[in-house]
């Protein structure tokens, strides 16, 4: 008896592992398609074969992919790699009902080790060990029997075209609800695991050399300032923030009091900005690449001189990148860029580096550079979940209680809002003390300030929680991102303040920083677009 279950589940060829494994992927850590499909497809007789249809093809489909890219040297590590893969992308969509696309790969490989421990949970050791692990312990016991080549290419073969042929027959038995799956809910497709994560990856992969340059694309050889002799110099900071969205500003009407500083400064608010992307990996090049939303790409941002290139090529002006966050996400590649998530250059350390750290010292630097415009790049730590309790020293906890973990489903919907509310205090703070640094500079420099978030954040609407979700289906609450300027006297004189009051109302997107950016020095080049320059 001990010997039969031996031979039926611990031994045999690969196709039979290609089952077993195909069968848990599908039925196991799956639950996050389904329950999405079964919003899409409510649970009664007239949609019951369907949606069993739907965990047939999942399996087939999985098992087909097994077929076509594991071979003798590569099946059991490529087995146990899935599956781990498989266990962490089952708890992340679960648990966050995120989708794992290349986006999400890209914020993946781009993640900080600080970053990473704020997403670990004793819930993802869980599904690493239970449903990762110990699968993959039975792929590496399993005892594969080879075959002869011939008859190994023979069944090869055969799977393939079997399931091919189970896989077109299921299509068109079923045909009329294969057709609005595929064209109106194509959404549901992002949830299959592993399937739809392999194939993001390898399109992250081909990201990587697509169309790549050796030498970055000059697109403005032509940019230059012209001043006159006594005209005042130009001092101007951009704070870039972090999961910031707009209707968590007490600026845009929101109930509770999160800008109490920032509404005593005579500032120009932007309550209809959206994001360039849902990430930070994709907004924050794209918002300082010519490229606006739909014509952005990895390769051609990266390939491509990006506005602070320009500013700086003209000579005359400095350029400075602060990080608390990540780092630029390769915006900073050819400009002063200092790292200050660490209390090796942040002096405001606790729980975390803070971001009114990168204030410290920039007297120094703006006394270093006296004779030249300055243009300082302030990255924020900002709102960053979900553990949105560290994005703030204890004093600015006024909303309470918060939620006190990353495992935002451990905590009430109240809680979690007082969390990220607090930290949009502390990024009050930060913005008014930024205001206050360059108060001290107006009588001889022009000075201005500009915010920008670079996404918003899901709080739990609808019950989706963080950000990242493809832009077509992504709710507005990850793309409506906070943006607000602020300038000193001369700098609003020079800018007709009056004229410009009525912006505020208009719509705009991060597609306008780069021509914005470029008329605030007063940067003549053909690559200017007046009209879409904000303060034009």
């Known amino acids: 008896m001990t010997e039969n279950i031996r031979t039926l589940f611990l031994e045999g060829s690969v196709y039979k592992l290609f089952v077993f494994i195909s069968l848990f992927l599908s039925l196991v850590l799956n639950g996050e398609f389904y329950t999405q499909s079964l919003a899409v497809y409510s649970l009664d007789t007239h949609n019951l074969a369907f949606l069993g249809s739907l965990v047939v093809l999942l399996f087939l489909v999985t098992y087909l992919v097994f077929t076509l890219t594991l071979f003798e040297w590569n099946i059991k590590y490529g087995l146990i790699f899935i599956l781990i893969v498989s266990s962490l992308s089952s708890y992340f969509m679960n648990t966050y009902h995120i989708v794992i696309d290349e986006t999400m790969i890209q914020n993946i490989v781009e993640t900080s080790v600080n970053e990473a421990l704020d997403l670990f949970s004793l819930k993802q050791v869980f599904y690493l060990l239970f449903l990762g692990l110990s699968p993959s312990l039975y792929v590496y016991y399993y005892k594969?029997?080879?075959?002869?080549?011939?008859?190994e290419f023979f069944l090869r073969v055969f799977s393939l075209l079997v399931i091919l042929v189970l896989i077109i027959s299921i299509y068109f038995s079923f045909s009329k609800y294969?057709?609005?799956?595929f064209r109106e809910h194509k959404v549901l497709r992002f949830y299959i695991n592993p399937v739809y994560w392999i194939y993001a990856s390898g399109k992250y992969v081909g990201m990587q050399f697509k169309d790549k340059q050796e030498d970055l694309q000059i697109i403005s050889d032509d940019a230059k300032?012209?001043?006159?002799?006594?005209?005042?110099r130009k001092l101007v900071i951009?704070?870039?923030?972090?999961?910031a969205r707009a209707d968590r500003f007490s600026l845009n009407g929101y109930k509770r009091k999160t800008n109490p500083l920032l509404e005593k400064e005579d500032f120009l608010n932007f309550e209809n900005m959206s994001s360039c992307g849902t990430s930070t990996a994709v907004s924050v090049p794209c918002m300082f690449s010519i490229y606006k939303r739909n014509e952005y790409s990895y390769n051609k941002a990266f390939s491509t001189q990006n506005v602070l290139d320009i500013l700086s090529s003209t000579q005359e002006i400095e350029v400075l990148w602060r990080d608390n966050n990540s780092d630029s996400k390769g915006v900073a590649l050819s400009i002063e860029y200092e790292d200050y998530k660490s209390s090796k250059n942040n002096t405001l350390c606790d729980e975390e580096c803070r971001d009114e750290g990168m204030l410290v010292g920039l007297d120094a630097y703006v006394n270093k550079h006296k004779n030249k415009d300055i243009l300082i790049i302030l990255h924020q730590m900002g709102n960053h979940g979900p553990a949105y309790y560290k994005r703030y020293p204890l004093s600015f906890e006024r909303f309470t209680p918060a939620c006190k973990t990353n495992q935002l489903q451990e905590c009430t919907q109240d809680e979690i809002n007082n969390a990220y509310d607090n930290a949009i205090l502390y990024t009050d703070y930060f913005l008014s003390k930024s205001i206050n640094f360059l108060k001290k500079y107006e009588k001889s420099y022009n000075v201005g300030m500009i915010y920008m978030s670079d996404h918003g954040e899901s709080l739990g609407e609808n019950g989706i929680y963080l950000h990242g979700l493809p832009y077509f289906i992504a709710p507005k609450e990850q793309t409506h991102v906070a943006s607000?300027?602020?300038f000193g006297k001369k700098m609003q004189k020079e800018l007709k303040r009056k004229n410009i009051s009525s912006l505020s109302k208009n719509t705009y997107t991060q597609d306008n920083l780069f021509h914005t950016l470029l008329g605030m020095f007063e940067v003549q080049s053909l690559v200017y677009d007046k009209n879409m320059d904000i303060l034009n």
Do not use: N
């Open 144 to 151: 594969i029997i080879p075959l002869p080549l011939k008859k």
């Open 178 to 181: 294969y057709s609005s799956f």
């Open 225 to 232: 300032i012209i001043k006159t002799k006594d005209a005042a």
């Open 238 to 243: 951009v704070v870039v923030g972090e999961t």
């Open 484 to 486: 607000l300027m602020w």
